[in-house]
């Protein structure tokens, strides 16, 4: 128990102090502790007594204070400020304890450590049970996502160096378990109240003269710091062995759980357009990825276990499913990333996403379901013309690298930006006299609330071309899994071509409509390009093994484009002789008796050149070659496209579509690659 001289109130006097100082950094700390004779600080609380506060003896108390309010008080907007005051304030005496021998002897004794340890496994407990109705507008989940990210960086930056030295701490903890289990939980709130507020804005965690985008900014910030607490703690081998032990993937608020809630999160239209807010939510989508590649390659029976458990199986199809659409809409993603200027690191979160199918596509068990949800994907991906597939997947100059980064989450910039926006007061309560400074003044508050300035990622860098041929091999070993034939697989994937055969009915459809934006031929056309396509990634994985792409991969996908070959060629050839009876038949009908060659096999000649590009008459095309020098890749942005078209119409004779312009920039460009080649 506290002493009596150090009763709550006189507690929380100190926490009203240390939130006047968490705006300044260490240095000034310790210049203010000097002028008070280095253990003692005066304020003026909110009743205007002077008070004096002992550093020392509340650094030593501090801990089981706080312990005893989650205990004793009720969980609600009062009981989260004063404990996020506190976790400031524990953050502050361990800033100070590198040069105050005394504060360090205190805080780094044994029971002291383990009080404080005890505190955030307390705090966690609390945070993971914490639910408000979402018709409430009050600013609670502001407060429970800055005291889940404060309480775990208090562990890997204050108490402890990093996630390495909590993992070893933790290995002789009595509550080492509890701790594996609740910090999950505990996260999986906080993103839960991020998507809330993305999805409802206006009714839903409100601060008066606060912008909705800042308190998203600010949610998504404490969120990833969190998520990233957990994906250094996975790295940690002894870690995941524990959370595996424990069958932590089945249970409720789980790792499965977090990482599926965080994949599912969607922008609405108002943030997607904010680039911070983006990047936020790709690098935690990338983070959760790793996680559970790390937790895969720790237990060869992780996902049998899953597979084991219709609840957990369920989890693990909405895991895929949300991984099919990351890949689907990098694909269709790519023609621009040219010309895309990245502000924010977005994590490796295609990288990582082809390795979760990856892995998911060499398992038994999810075999079947990979291939019913993936093999249109891949059908339309190799109906892609060859120019535009190529700098896609056979290709080291990748047009987008995606960037890894760590994020520096700071206790004080946190505590500093929500508490002081709740409060919104300006009257000075400290005496800087004294060893305190004022609060912010509207000004500096307003600064203070600019969540940009809070987020430091460290760019860790990666070849482009490495990573290029990475993302390849990938999504070749992808295909050669599910065209594998092994006696182990689904009864439904035993019949040998499983994957084979429904990659050819797939060809049948419109491969637009999972890729749209792309440039797709059909009949003949299609078929002969699929086969240069498939010939082309060929020719790529034999140029990756064996020093990226294994011999059995290769040897694989050999053999898929082998029999996919055997497949197409007769139907190309039957395909060719419908196309010629059919003209065959239209210039009977017209009496000319003259054979046409399919539009399929027309090379392009003078004069069909010509004719794409009478469109447009000499005023028109150096209009539209000035501003391809500046849009390169106009045909993929059909708002561009209708722009130009209504722009280039009156120039001209006749009114010009869209449709027709589109088509004359693909063929405008499919020439200048034939010239290139």
């Given amino acids: 128990m506290l002493e009596s001289s150090y009763n709550s109130e006189q507690l929380l006097t100190l926490a009203t102090v240390t939130g006047k100082l968490h705006g300044v950094n260490s240095e000034e700390r310790l210049n203010l502790l000097k002028k008070s004779n280095g253990s003692t600080l005066e304020a003026i609380n909110e009743n205007g007594k002077s008070v004096k506060v002992e550093v020392e003896k509340v650094a030593s108390y501090l801990p089981l204070h706080l312990i005893s309010q989650i205990m004793t008080k009720n969980r609600d907007e009062a009981l989260f400020k004063y404990m996020l005051s506190g976790i400031q304030m524990l953050a502050s005496f361990y800033a100070i304890s590198e040069e105050n021998r ?15 340890v005890n505190l955030v496994i307390y705090l966690l407990i609390v945070l993971g049970r914490y639910r408000q109705q979402l018709s409430e507008g009050k600013p609670e989940p502001l407060l429970h996502s800055a005291l889940v990210a404060c309480s775990l960086n208090l562990l890997s930056n ?53 912008p909705e985008e800042q308190i998203v900014h600010f949610l998504c910030h404490q969120c990833e710091a969190s998520v990233q607490f957990l994906q250094l703690m996975c790295r940690e081998k002894s870690f995941r062995e524990r959370l595996l032990k424990i069958k932590e993937h089945g249970n409720k608020g789980g790792a499965l759980f977090l990482i599926e809630a965080i994949l599912k999160m969607k922008l609405p239209e108002p943030f997607v357009g904010c680039p911070g807010v983006v990047a936020a939510v790709s690098r935690m989508k990338a983070r959760v990825l790793e996680i559970l590649l790390n937790l895969i390659d720790s237990d060869p029976s992780f996902l049998e276990d899953i597979a084991q458990s219709p609840k957990s199986m369920t989890l693990a199809k909405s895991i895929i499913i949300e991984v099919f659409e990351l890949i689907r809409t990098g694909i269709i993603n790519q023609p621009f990333s040219k ?51 190529l700098p896609i997947l056979c290709s080291s100059d990748f047009p987008q690298l995606e960037e890894d980064a760590t994020l520096k989450h700071s206790i004080f910039l946190s505590a500093r930006w929500v508490l002081d926006s709740m409060t919104m007061s300006f009257s000075k309560t400290v005496n800087p006299e004294v060893g305190c400074v004022p609060i912010l003044d509207s000004l500096s508050l307003s600064k203070a609330l600019n969540p940009e300035v809070e987020i430091f990622p460290i760019v860790n860098g990666m070849k482009q071309s490495a990573y290029a041929l990475q993302r390849s091999a990938f999504f070749i070993k992808v295909i050669a899994n599910l065209h594998c034939f092994a006696p182990a697989l689904s009864q439904e994937s035993q019949k040998k071509g499983f994957f084979l055969n429904n990659f050819v009915t797939c060809l049948d459809k419109d491969p637009s409509k999972i890729l749209p934006g792309f440039y797709f031929s059909s009949g003949g056309e299609k078929l002969n390009n ?29 053999g898929f484009v082998d029999d996919l070959n055997s497949v197409i060629k007769p139907l190309l050839e039957i395909q060719v002789q419908k196309e010629k009876d059919y003209f065959l038949k239209k210039e009977k009908e017209k009496g000319k008796g003259v054979v046409q060659t399919p539009p399929s096999q027309m090379r392009r000649t003078g004069t069909s050149r010509k004719r794409a590009r009478t469109i447009m008459n000499d005023e028109q095309l150096t209009l539209i070659e000035k501003a391809l020098v500046d849009q390169p890749e106009m045909q993929r942005n059909p708002e561009l496209v209708k722009m130009w078209a209504e722009k280039l119409s009156p120039l001209g004779s006749e009114v010009m579509a869209p449709s027709q312009l589109r088509s004359w920039l693909y063929k405008r460009r499919q020439k200048k690659a034939a010239l290139a080649n």
């Fill in 530 to 558: 699929l086969l240069k396509t498939t010939h082309s990634m060929l020719n790529h994985a034999i140029s990756l093994t064996p020093h990226i792409l294994c011999q059995d991969d290769m040897n694989i996908f050999r």
């Fill in 339 to 389: 010309n895309r200027t990245t502000i924010c690191p977005m994590g490796l979160l295609q990288l990582n996403a082809i390795r979760v199918a990856d892995v998911f596509s060499d398992d038994s068990n999810f075999q079947s379901y990979m291939t019913s949800k993936f093999t249109e994907l891949f059908a339309a991906t190799f109906c892609i013309y060859l120019w535009e597939f």
């Fill in 102 to 116: 005394k504060i360090a002897e205190i805080l780094f004794d044994g029971p002291k450590v383990d009080q404080v």
């Fill in 158 to 210: 204050c108490v402890f160096k990093n996630t390495e030295d909590v993992e070893l701490m933790l290995q002789s903890h009595p509550k080492v378990d509890t701790f594996t289990e609740v910090v999950f939980g505990a996260v999986n709130v906080a993103v839960y109240f991020l998507q809330t507020k993305l999805m409802s804005q206006n009714s839903f965690c409100i601060i008066k003269n606060v």
